[in-house]
């Protein structure tokens, strides 16, 4: 067995060591963080704040528990983390063998320069092509979940998406120059997991009435403000320009006349699929 391989076969045993044990998943990233997080920018994680909030809000949110236990966890969601945690895994392994290889995952890759230079930019390529990845690996489990949820799916990646443009120094529009300053507070405003996410799942009728700013307070405001002016009118371009920034071409099938259609292994073949309705008209919700 030559080296490459033995060290996937390490990064799967690892990830597969914590796919029950949502904590350890966790702790596999937060321990990554403390080696390569950068911890002179953000705190002791750095450059992996975020990263770790939005897996702590997936824990206390039930998704990556266990299949076979009294609150279940999503088949999707646990995919798309364990995907996620092998990529990144390769890549630290790879880096601490001090071993060199050709052709390797276009995520691991990222995550390589991320090690090697670890910044913001670095950081969202290495992150925002394994989420993508992700996504694509975990395509027909999202058929699996409500409509809500996959609704849902579609929210959390372009506001993603949206957040690595500003740190691409990309703006769409007018209103988004304004934005555009990675470390301004727009890029904290899109990715406040509690503010923004609900802790509940999966998503009921009154969880998406919050995700998608029916909620009648300031927050939901905002958001909806965000949503309607800075990403949502221009999403085919964001999805053009996220395929060049993260090697993913992938991701344009996402995407559809300005409107998410992920998941995308049956969208084609039924137009009566959410996705259909998927705007900021919003979909029906009574």
Not at 86 to 98: D, V
Not at 177 to 201: L, Q
Not at 269 to 286: C, D, G, M, V
């Given at each position: ?255 559809k006349k300005n409107k998410p259609i992920y998941p995308i292994s049956q969208s084609e ?18």
């Open positions: 067995m030559d080296q490459l391989k033995i060290l996937e076969e390490e990064a799967k045993e690892i990830v597969f060591r914590v796919s029950d044990n949502p904590q350890g998943r966790y702790k596999l990233r937060y321990e990554f963080y403390q080696k390569y997080g950068d911890r002179f920018i953000k705190g002791n994680e750095g450059l992996g704040n975020s990263e770790l909030a939005f897996i702590d809000w997936e824990i206390k949110r039930g998704t990556l528990n266990p299949t076979n236990t009294q609150q279940p966890g999503s088949p999707w969601w646990r995919e798309v983390n364990s995907h996620f945690l092998y990529l990144a895994t390769l890549a630290q392994l790879i880096k601490e063998s001090r071993e060199e290889f050709q052709d390797l995952p276009i995520p691991v890759s990222f995550w390589l320069d991320y090690i090697n230079t670890p910044n913001e930019y670095s950081w969202y390529r290495a992150h925002n092509s394994s989420i993508i990845s992700g996504y694509q690996v975990a395509d027909s489990l999202a058929y699996n979940e409500t409509i809500y949820e996959q609704y849902f799916m579609n929210i959390v990646l372009y506001r993603l998406l949206y957040a690595q443009s500003m740190v691409e120094g990309v703006s769409f529009g007018i209103l988004g120059k304004i934005f555009a300053n990675p470390r301004g507070c727009a890029v904290s405003m899109i990715t406040d997991i509690e503010a923004f996410y609900p802790s509940h799942y999966p998503l009921s009728k009154e969880d998406i009435k919050y995700v998608t700013h029916h909620a009648h307070n300031l927050i939901g405001v905002v958001e909806d403000v965000f949503d309607k002016l800075f990403i949502v009118p221009h999403l085919n371009e964001l999805y053009t320009e996220a395929a060049t920034w993260n090697n993913a071409p992938i991701v344009k099938k996402f995407i073949l039924s137009t009566a699929h959410f996705n259909k309705n998927l705007t900021t008209k919003k979909i029906p919700i009574s």
